[in-house]
């Protein structure tokens, strides 16, 4: 398996970091648009090939992306990320250009990529993607509902005070502060609803904070995080590498699925060898109908600045 990651910023490198610790690729190619920069991180990482005890080759390049010809999956990190008191929305102007010409450099190289979206705002940048590449559908994944149900499992369980690992749950929707669900009613510890463990107050907390999630972070470190993103983008490249047929809520593009069309939105899906595998429709009950509604009229506004 052969992965890029452009991007080699914070994200890039955090995910190509865990890609090669879990050794499961032959190669991963860094590129950045910042003369030095991805060679700079690919060597730093591969120094540590024999602390880690991974065989996967990663090397850098300046934006020459003949460099990363047959690629089977490509992971695009590349535009700026929000500084402390932004929304992800306000990156468009910049980013959209970004995102446009870098899914057309991969595809001309590796015309049969899979396509992990991450840079921001990420349901439209995927969307742009799927416009700027025509791949088919299963063949471009945005990488937000990963991350963001990662974050409500941690808020879940410093609430439950029990281990993340004890406890189950999954956020849909756009990613953005207003647009994530965290769908709490189908959260549960081992299989038991969590709402028999903590009250509705506690609950609805954990759903805010889980929103805010990424801003939190920001304010802390004045600039966007990286590690559970870059962790959560290396599950999912896991997942194809592995065709794991594994469940993550990622932005697909919908044609009527839960009642939205020629939209890309955070839904349950099966990853696996082919991308998108399966989009997973779940019984939603009203309210959260209401609510993914919302927050897709909220990324077809976004949509709409492109
Ligand atoms: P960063 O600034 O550390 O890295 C971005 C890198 O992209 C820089 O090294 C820059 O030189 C490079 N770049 C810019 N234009 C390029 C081009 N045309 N071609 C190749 N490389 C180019 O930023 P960070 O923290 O890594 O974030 C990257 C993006 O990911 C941001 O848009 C951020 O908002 C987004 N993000 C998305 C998450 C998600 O859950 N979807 C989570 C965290 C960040």
């Not at 920069?37 to 024999?50: H, N, P, T, Y």
């Not at 602390?51 to 934006?63: E, Q, R, S």
């Not at 945005?142 to 956020?171: I, Q, W």
Request: charged share 25%.
């Amino acid at each position: 398996m052969k992965v890029t990651v452009v991007g080699a910023g914070a994200v890039g490198a955090s995910c190509a970091e865990y890609i090669a610790i879990k050794n499961f690729a032959e190669e991963v190619v860094l590129v950045d648009i910042k003369e030095g920069f991805a060679e700079g991180k690919a060597m730093d990482l591969m120094q540590c090939a024999s602390l880690n005890g991974f065989d996967t080759k990663i090397t850098g390049v300046t934006n020459d992306y003949s460099k990363t010809a047959d690629s089977d999956v490509a992971v695009i990190t590349s535009g700026i990320p929000r500084k402390p008191g932004m929304t992800r929305e306000e990156l468009i102007s910049t980013n959209a250009g970004i995102v446009k010409q870098v899914a057309e450099n991969l595809i001309k190289n590796s015309p049969n990529v899979t396509i992990i979206v991450v840079s921001n705002p990420m349901d439209t940048m995927a969307y742009l993607a799927h416009k700027a590449t025509n791949l088919p559908k299963n063949k471009i994944i945005g990488m937000g509902g990963a991350l963001d149900s990662a974050r409500f499992k941690y808020r879940l369980a410093e609430a439950l005070e029990c281990p993340a690992s004890d406890v189950d749950g999954m956020v849909i929707g756009g990613h953005s502060d207003t647009g994530m669900i965290p769908l709490t009613r189908l959260a549960t510890r081992n299989s038991v609803p969590v709402s028999k463990f903590i009250s509705n107050d506690k609950l609805e907390n954990v759903k805010e904070e889980t929103k805010v999630g990424g801003a939190t972070l920001t304010k802390l470190l004045g600039t966007s995080a990286w590690y559970a993103p870059g962790a959560a983008v290396s599950a999912m490249v896991h997942a194809i590498a592995n065709d794991s047929k594994k469940m993550f809520p990622c932005s697909c593009l919908l044609e009527g699925e839960y009642g939205l069309k020629d939209i890309s939105i955070g839904v349950p899906a099966i990853i696996g060898k082919n991308g998108i595998e399966e989009i997973v429709e779940i019984e939603l009950d009203d309210a959260e109908k209401a609510k993914l509604n919302e927050s897709a009229e909220a990324v077809r506004k976004t949509n709409g600045l492109l």
